[in-house]
Each structure stands twice: as structure tokens, then as C-alpha cells.
């Protein structure tokens, strides 16, 4: 059944819609299956599609609803899971062939309680090989495209999850977070997508890796439909020792709340990035509109050091342990650049892998100071617009080259921090193409930055411009 204007509903129009029986959970789901039926094939953005599996359960959705009994809050709506995150009875592979035929026994705590709040698993969507690139592609899947012009990239590694929720096949993607996996492609596909503090949204089981530095959380069109996912997914779980207490705290009201008092700092380098002149124009212009909002804002050029070093021997050298023993016989079957990074980083020694750890740890003594001073931070997402398909992403910005996250500069700075933040979508480039503002807060004042994020939605609303597509 073709019928864009369901699809195009929020996650908590959806909810109401059902609980209110305007709509049923059968037409949304057939809308959603028809929707993805159309529009995936020219986007990859679902790698596991379970149709057959989620009719049934919009069938028993639906015999709930007439029945009377107690609905939760997202009782019958349609939910997409990255493919990182374990589902029960659903292919996942991590974009690998290693595990290309991987069905877990056991749902990750995150689908665990979409399912309890009545949610339906639809499908998974495409990521880079383990997440490991920020990016969209693997061997086993391909390239998931950029909405807004399939010739360029969705971001990643959270990539197909975004793409689905421009494209509205979907109201809300669960993606996952180690550098700005969810971030980056959120800003590259023109949608909201939020990066709680680490541990507010428990992570068991998973794949290894990542378990420092990941974080799980929603993306979606707007802001509203992100803090209702969060009222459902976050809280402690012991299964994950890193998990954060449970606040008991509802997102939802906290929206509508002013901006006046914050001090907020923007910043175009964070001391070191170098950024495409259109993303700068763009996001800079985008700032005075918190000012509008009632915060102070101060332009910053805070003295942090790039992490990136540090980073990338900490990361290289984990991926380095957990694929060892598997490069033997799937050396030449997993992504390229990711068989010569494991190779680069699967001999270094006990000694470097602590000194980067070290290194790590005390990036927080530089960070922690500048927030002691401002509520909020502001940066581009990412430092340049979308760039081709199947790239890794450019070695020059502005006419001067860069390293290798030289184009991502702002993200995974604070994976290392475990710091909220949000990619909110904050206008457009010349050819058309979305660019993202970053807001980052405080460590674990998930809240703030949620509100921040909403008054800017308001002030500059973006879900009702959509894709060619």
C-alpha cells in the first residue's frame, strides 16, 4: 500500500495515531514495507529486511489494540536496528562475511526494550565492515547512498540507519556511536541523531572492539521522537558494567524549556580542524540563531590537542586483537583498508596500546576545564559536505591536506570523553546537500542538549524538506 503520508509521521504521531485507533499498526506496517520496497533498491539503507515476520506482530499489535489491553509507548511502530547490534532470530553480521549467516540466540538489551515498549523490529540497516570506517560500505552488503544524491556518500558507519529515516522507511534507526557513527551520517542524510552520554543506554551482547568508546542511541526526523526513544532505552542494566545509573528521568518535558542562561561556546576549529568553506558559512550562520533563542554565545577557539594518534593506535590495536586469529582464512574476504589496518596495528606492543590509553585518559584533563566554563558546545558536525560513494573520505579541505579523520574532526573527540551530543540538521549547501551543527554538553547532561536541539528545531524547523528521492 502506497501511502507517503504515514510514512512521513513521527515516531510519536505513529504511537498516538495507534493508541487512538485513527491508524492501525497492519496499514502503518504495510505502508512502511511498501515504502522500503520502493525506495531501498536505490539506497542500500536496509541490509535484512524481515516483512514477513513484522506483519505478524502488526497483526498481534492490532488485536491488542481491539482488545483493550495495556499498550506501551510505542506499541506497534515500526523500528529499525543497525547492523552491529544483535537481534534474536535475525540475520547479523557487522557488514562482515565472517558472520554473514550469524543469527544470535539473544536480542541486545536496546531491542530488548523497543520490544517491551511494543515496538516492531523491521528490519537492519546497512554499516560499515564492525563499524570500523565511517562510512557506509562492506563486502557483503555494498554502499548504502546518500539520499540526497546517490552518487555521494551516507556517512557511516550508522549510515543506512540515517538514510532510512530521510527517506521516511522508517520513524526511528538505532544506531551506534564509536567516532561519530551516528552523527556524521545524520548530518550527511539531513536528519536528527543523538549520542547519549556513554553508558545511558546499556550495550550487551555485541560485537568486540568497541566497548570503551561505543554509544548507542536514536536517529530520527525530529528531536521529540528522539527523546521519547530514550525515555524507552535508557537506564541501567548490570549485563553492561558501564551502564549509568537509571535517573527514572522523562525526556519529553524537559523539551519545551528555554534556552535563556546557557552560555554557550562556538567553535569552527576546536583548535585544530580545517573545514570546507560551505560548511562554515552554513553552520556559523546557524549559531546566532541560539542567541536569538536567549543564550550567551561566545566564539572560542579552544587549545585542544587532536586526539587522532592516540585514537587510532587505541582502536587499531583492539581490532588488531579481535581479528588475529580470523585473518588466516578471512584476510582476503573483509574490507581492504580494514585487512591493512588490522595488519598495521596487530603487531604493536603491550607498551604502545597503554601509552595510547594514557594519552586518552588524559584528553579529559583538556576538556573537562572549557566545560566547566560553558554549558554547551557548538561545532560543525562534520567538516566538509558529502563526498563521493565508496570514498573514505577527502585528504585536502580548503587547499590543505589533512589526515586521515581530518574530515571528521569534530566527533570522536568526544566518544574519548563519553559526552552527549547531537547532529541537528542547520541548512544547506549551493548544490542542495544537508550540513550539520553539532551541540555537545556537559558530561551526562543528556538533557540539555536535547533542549537545546528542540529550541533550535523550532526556531529553524527541518523535517519537511525531503530527498529528490
Not at 7 to 12: A, G, T, V
Not at 306 to 311: G, V, W
Not at 453 to 465: G, I
Request: glycine share 8%.
Amino acid at each position: 500500500m502506497d501511502n507517503p503520508e504515514i510514512c512521513r509521521m513521527s515516531l510519536i504521531e505513529m504511537a498516538d495515531a495507534i493508541k487512538s485507533k485513527r491508524l492501525s499498526p497492519v496499514e502503518i506496517m504495510d505502508a512502511a514495507l511498501y515504502r522500503i520496497e520502493e525506495l531501498n533498491p536505490k539506497v542500500n539503507a536496509y541490509c535484512t529486511l524481515v516483512a514477513e515476520s513484522a506483519r505478524k506482530q502488526a497483526i498481534e499489535a492490532e488485536t491488542a489494540v481491539i482488545r483493550g489491553e495495556e499498550l506501551g509507548p510505542l506499541h506497534g511502530v515500526p523500528v529499525s536496528i543497525k547492523d552491529l547490534i544483535f537481534t534474536k532470530d535475525i540475520r547479523t553480521t557487522g557488514g562482515s562475511k565472517i558472520y554473514e549467516n550469524s543469527i544470535p540466540q539473544q536480542d541486545a538489551i536496546v531491542v530488548e526494550r523497543l520490544k517491551a515498549a511494543g515496538a516492531i523490529v523491521i528490519g537492519k540497516t546497512n554499516t560499515s565492515e564492525f563499524g570500523w570506517a565511517a562510512i557506509t560500505h562492506n563486502p557483503l552488503f555494498g554502499a548504502t547512498h546518500n539520499p540526497w544524491n546517490p552518487e555521494l556518500a551516507a556517512g557511516g558507519s550508522s549510515g543506512g540507519a540515517a538514510a532510512s529515516i530521510a527517506l521516511s522507511m522508517g520513524s526511528l534507526a538505532i544506531g551506534s556511536d564509536a567516532a561519530g557513527s551516528i552523527r556524521i551520517p545524520s548530518s550527511f542524510c539531513g536528519v536528527f541523531g543523538f549520542k547519549p552520554s556513554f553508558g545511558r543506554v546499556p550495550q550487551y551482547p555485541n560485537f568486540p572492539g568497541w566497548e570503551t568508546l561505543s554509544h548507542i542511541g536514536p536517529i530520527t526526523r525530529t528531536v521529540q521522537d528522539a527523546a521519547l526513544a530514550m525515555e524507552v532505552i535508557a537506564g541501567r542494566d548490570d549485563r553492561d558494567r558501564f551502564s549509568l545509573p537509571d535517573t527514572g528521568l522523562r525526556y519529553l518535558p524537559f523539551l519545551n524549556g528555554d534556552l535563556k542562561g546557557l552560555r554557550i561556546a562556538w567553535s569552527q576549529d576546536i583548535g585544530y580542524a580545517i573545514v570546507d568553506p560551505q560548511v562554515l558559512k552554513v553552520t556559523e550562520a546557524a549559531v546566532k540563531t541560539f542567541a536569538l533563542l536567549g543564550s550567551t554565545i561566545e566564539a572560542a577557539r579552544p587549545e585542544f590537542r587532536s586526539p587522532e594518534k592516540a585514537y587510532s593506535s587505541y582502536i587499531g590495536i583492539r581490532l588488531g586483537v579481535v581479528l588475529q586469529d580470523k585473518m588466516e582464512e578471512w584476510g582476503d574476504r573483509i574490507d581492504a583498508r580494514l585487512a591493512r589496518f588490522v595488519e598495521q596495528n596487530r603487531n604493536k606492543s603491550a607498551t604502545e596500546y597503554i601509552r595510547a590509553c594514557f594519552e586518552l585518559l588524559e584528553y579529559w584533563g583538556e576538556i573537562r576545564p572549557f566545560f566547566e566554563k560553558y554549558d554547551l558546545l557548538l561545532t560543525p558536525t562534520v567538516a566538509v559536505p558529502p563526498f563521493e560513494l565508496n570514498s573514505y573520505g577527502p585528504r585536502e579541505i580548503a587547499g590543505s591536506k589533512v589526515s586521515p579523520l581530518g574530515w571528521m574532526p569534530f566527533t570522536y573527540p568526544f566518544n574519548i570523553t563519553g559526552q552527549p551530543a547531537a547532529s541537528v540538521p542547520c541548512g544547506w549547501t549551493d548544490d542542495g546537500l544537508p550540513i550539520g551543527l553539532q551541540i555537545v554538553g556537559r558530561r551526562f547532561d543528556d538533557v540539555t542538549v536535547l533542549r537545546a536541539a528542540a529550541a533550535f528545531e523550532q526556531a529553524l524547523p527541518w523535517a519537511d524538506r525531503r530527498p529528490p528521492l
